[in-house]
């Protein structure tokens, strides 16, 4: 259906769509239009959403369909015929996924195809004065009604309650995002085949770097009911942030007024804040807590649903990095290099980590060539089972999730701990370097 194209980077670009019979084909970029001004209901232009969804396609029976190969099929394909794929697919049965930051990316491909569309967002009662103002202008903009949904009133009354407004500051953001974000999202799932989210490999690394184009959701179900019964379309898994950026731009859409103060990824406003030039964007959420943590519960596609799952899970998986480059450590060698200072012959670099732990297999490559990289470099690359040795690790070094790295350096007592979730190769090079001194 699609054809043509404005190149816009690497897998960014604006495709034509081939509109029905009788109505011209166009490819130009709405960049004329003033400011919050809505488009020209016109033959050149597609479509808009809203009242037009009765004519669109039922949804396909997607159990017929082998997701797994459709993935691998549309995984070199453009944002714009993944979005295409998914709408003439599930029609008025698949709702697009806006929080009110850069994913309006999503409604502009939508937009583009010239298909009928639906957009859902979540409102948590604590998002920012600059989202919801986003929200009107891009309800104007399309000339469109986003499909808003809410937390439970009493769910909310409750928490609120009884641990006050700023709980997540002290027992972590899990529980109110269940209220708030996850519940809510599950109810309004329940009635779709099928949604659309602006997941990107490139915004969590060692946590979202399996994100296919398109899947089966993991966690949440759909209408039908039961495992396998919703699908998940994730167009700008292959973009980077600078794409969707360059694409935004040259499209001219509405976007959030705090990308323009610092802010990258946007959430809640107490969960929020600016990141620092070099910071990797996800730094900018849930900053109290541990790096390992930041998913909240939208997309944490390896949720364990019992305690024989987990056993199950933690007895199936194969140990990682069991090649030499990285030494494994016993828990009496890293107790005695913990309290043995003067018995370090080197500084040493430990991941505590668990084989089943889906970040810990996310990070396996690059902890494998880091260890390749320092070899012969007077840092020693360890690794310390740590599920199996859970109170040890959580005595010692105060172990709250997996994986969690540290450092023992050479002369000084105790360790340090890595602070930051980017867990690529550079970023845990640089640390290491920093605080041995360029051994």
């Not at 232009?45 to 099929?73: N, V």
């Not at 714009?80 to 709408?87: C, F, G, N, S, V």
Request: proline share 7%; glycine share 8%; hydrophobic share 40%.
């Amino acid at each position: 259906m699609l054809s043509q194209a404005i190149s816009l980077g690497p897998r960014a670009s604006l495709d034509v769509v081939a509109r029905p019979a009788g109505v011209r084909r166009v490819a130009r970029p709405h960049t004329g239009r003033r400011a919050g001004h809505p488009r020209r209901q016109t033959l050149e232009s597609p479509p808009r959403a809203g009242a037009t969804l009765e004519a669109s396609t039922t949804a396909a029976p997607a159990k017929d369909i082998d997701w797994a190969q459709t993935a691998k099929d549309l995984d070199s394909k453009s944002p714009l015929e993944i979005m295409d794929h998914a709408l003439a697919t599930f029609g008025d049965t698949i709702g697009i996924a806006w929080s009110g930051a850069e994913d309006v990316a999503l409604v502009e491909y939508a937009h583009l195809t010239g298909r009928p569309y639906r957009v859902f967002s979540l409102d948590t009662g604590r998002l920012n004065p600059e989202t919801y103002r986003v929200f009107a202008a891009v309800e104007k903009h399309y000339g469109i009604k986003i499909e808003y949904t809410f937390p439970d009133a009493q769910e909310t009354m409750d928490l609120v309650r009884d641990k006050g407004l700023f709980s997540f500051y002290e027992d972590g953001h899990g529980e109110c995002c269940r209220v708030r974000k996850v519940r809510p999202l599950r109810r309004q799932l329940a009635g779709l085949g099928a949604w659309v989210t602006g997941q990107r490999k490139d915004q969590s690394p060692g946590t979202r770097q399996a994100v296919p184009v398109v899947q089966v959701d993991p966690v949440f179900e759909g209408a039908s009911g039961g495992p396998g019964s919703l699908i998940k379309y994730n167009p700008l898994s292959n973009m980077t942030s600078t794409e969707v950026w360059n694409f935004l731009r040259v499209m001219g859409v509405p976007t959030n007024a705090l990308h323009g103060a610092g802010y990258v990824s946007i959430g809640c406003e107490p969960c929020t804040r600016p990141v620092l030039p070099g910071q990797h964007e996800r730094e900018g959420r849930w900053w109290w807590e541990d790096a390992a943590a930041k998913e909240c519960g939208l997309h944490s596609g390896n949720v364990v649903r019992s305690a024989e799952e987990q056993a199950a899970r933690e007895a199936a998986a194969a140990d990682l990095w069991q090649s030499g480059d990285v030494a494994a450590l016993s828990k009496e060698q890293l107790s005695a290099a913990l309290e043995d200072v003067a018995g370090r012959g080197e500084p040493t670099l430990v991941v505590l980590y668990a084989p089943w732990c889906p970040f810990c297999q996310a990070m396996e490559p690059a902890y494998a060539e880091l260890a390749r990289q320092l070899a012969g470099s007077g840092v020693k690359v360890a690794k310390f089972q740590a599920d199996v040795e859970r109170e040890f690790a959580a005595t010692k070094f105060g172990l709250e999730t997996f994986p969690t790295i540290v450092l023992l350096p050479q002369k000084t007592p105790g360790f340090i701990k890595y602070p930051s979730e980017r867990r690529e190769v550079d970023s845990l090079k640089m640390w290491v370097k920093a605080l041995t001194g360029g051994q």
